[in-house]
C-alpha cells in the first residue's frame, strides 16, 4: 500500500463546474499537508497548507482535512482552463521534525471549456 | 523576492560521466531539500539540509549520489558514474522553517537525461 494515494485521472471537469480531488495517507500521525500544482513540464508549486481538522479557503480553492479518517481533499470551485494541471497531495510525517515530504502521484485535471 | 533557482536547467550526460546540480534557495531560508521526480510520479525525497548540516539522507539511491552544502547557502548534488536509471527531473526546494511549518518552495527543476 502506498503512503500517499491519489486517484491519478484523468478528472475532467467542465469550465465553471467544481473539480473535486481526494488524497488518502497512511501515516497517521501526519500533522500539516499541502496541495502543490504542476503544470506539464514545470515544477511543483504550492498551493494550499492546512494543519487543522476542517476546512480551510484560500480564492476558489478550499481545502478539506480530516485526520481520523486520514483524508484530506482539494475543492478547485469555478474551474477554469488554467486549472488544467496536476495536484500533488503531500503530507508532512509524522517522525520527520524538519517537514520532509510524502508525494502522492497526482491527480491530472483537465477543464474543458 | 528571488525564488528558488537551479542549473544547470537540462543536462544530458553519457552513461559513466559525473554531473554536478546547483541549487540556490530563497535568501534566509534554513531547510533545503533534493527531490527527484520521475515521469508520472510525484517527487521522492532524497535528501535534506538544516544549514549546512545534512541530517537526512536517506533517500539517496546509491553512494553514487553525494550532495553538500557547505556555507549553508547554495547546495550541489553530485551523481557520479550517472546510469541511465538517473535520468529524472531533480528538484531542489527551500523552507524557511518558523511560523509557516515547513512550507517548501520549488525550484524550475535539473531535467537529466542519461544516455
Known amino acids: 500500500q502506498k503512503e500517499v494515494e491519489q486517484n491519478s485521472g484523468p478528472l475532467s471537469v467542465p469550465e465553471g463546474a467544481i473539480a473535486s480531488l481526494n488524497c488518502t495517507y497512511s501515516d497517521r500521525g501526519s500533522q500539516s499537508f499541502f496541495w502543490y500544482r504542476q503544470y506539464s513540464g514545470k515544477s511543483p508549486e504550492l498551493i494550499m497548507s492546512?494543519?487543522?481538522?476542517g476546512d480551510k479557503e484560500d480564492g476558489r480553492f478550499t481545502a478539506q482535512l480530516n485526520k481520523a479518517s486520514q483524508y484530506v481533499s482539494l475543492l478547485i470551485r469555478d474551474s477554469q482552463p488554467s486549472d488544467s494541471a496536476t495536484y500533488l497531495c503531500?503530507?508532512?510525517?509524522?517522525?520527520?521534525?524538519?517537514?520532509?515530504?510524502?508525494f502522492g502521484a497526482g491527480t491530472q485535471v483537465v477543464v474543458t471549456p | 523576492g528571488a525564488g528558488v533557482s537551479q542549473s544547470p536547467r537540462y543536462k544530458v550526460a553519457k552513461r559513466g560521466q559525473d554531473v554536478a546540480l546547483r541549487c540556490d534557495p530563497i535568501?534566509?531560508?534554513?531547510?533545503l531539500f533534493w527531490y527527484q521526480q520521475a515521469l508520472g510520479q510525484g517527487p521522492e525525497f532524497l535528501t535534506y539540509f538544516q544549514n549546512e548540516a545534512q541530517l537526512d539522507k536517506s533517500g539517496l539511491p546509491s553512494d553514487r549520489f553525494f550532495a553538500e552544502r557547505p556555507e549553508g547557502s547554495v547546495s550541489t548534488l553530485k551523481i557520479q558514474r550517472t546510469q541511465k536509471e538517473d535520468s529524472a527531473v531533480y528538484l531542489c526546494?527551500?523552507?524557511?522553517?518558523?511560523?509557516?511549518?515547513?512550507?517548501?518552495?520549488f525550484g524550475p527543476g535539473t531535467r537529466l537525461t542519461v544516455t
Open positions: 492546512i494543519y487543522s481538522n
Open positions: 535568501s534566509g531560508h534554513v531547510s
Open positions: 503531500a503530507p508532512k510525517g509524522a517522525t520527520d521534525s524538519w517537514g520532509k515530504l510524502q
Open positions: 526546494a527551500s523552507s524557511w522553517k518558523g511560523l509557516a511549518s515547513y512550507e517548501q518552495y
